[in-house]
């Protein structure tokens, strides 16, 4: 099991910066597979950023609309995965979670809160 508890939402103006955090129970040294999702009323869930990592080898990839705004990072130390958001929009309004994959499980986040004004 794995609980995941996220913070650092907010309301901020459009072109203004937030920065998430996800915080596991448990150490993510050997979690493979950590995600950043949002859900905007109405929407499905979509896949925001995703860390892939295996040994020493580390690849993120990033939904195409948030590319060179958002930066996926990880602090094994602390159990931490963040979610820098820089250059925010209206559009980017939603829940985000904070998801991830270990031994084949899946596991949430209660998700935070994003509004962003126009």
């Known amino acids: 099991q794995v609980q995941l508890v996220e913070s650092g939402g907010g309301l901020v103006q459009a072109g203004g910066s937030l920065r998430l955090s996800c915080v596991a129970s448990?150490?993510?040294?050997?979690?493979?597979?950590m995600g950043w999702y949002r859900q905007a009323p109405g929407n499905q869930r979509e896949l925001v950023a995703l860390?892939?990592?295996?040994?020493?080898?580390?690849?993120?990839r990033y939904k195409d609309s948030v590319k060179g705004r958002f930066t996926m990072s990880r602090d094994n130390a602390k159990n931490t995965v963040y979610l820098q958001m820089n250059s925010l929009k209206p559009e980017d309004t939603a829940v985000y979670y904070c998801?991830?994959?270990?031994?084949?499980?899946?596991?949430w986040g209660q998700g935070t809160q994003v509004t962003v004004s126009s």
């Open positions: 998801q991830v994959v270990h031994l084949g499980s899946e596991y």
């Open positions: 860390i892939n990592s295996a040994g020493s080898v580390s690849y993120t």
């Open positions: 448990r150490s993510t040294s050997n979690i493979n597979t």
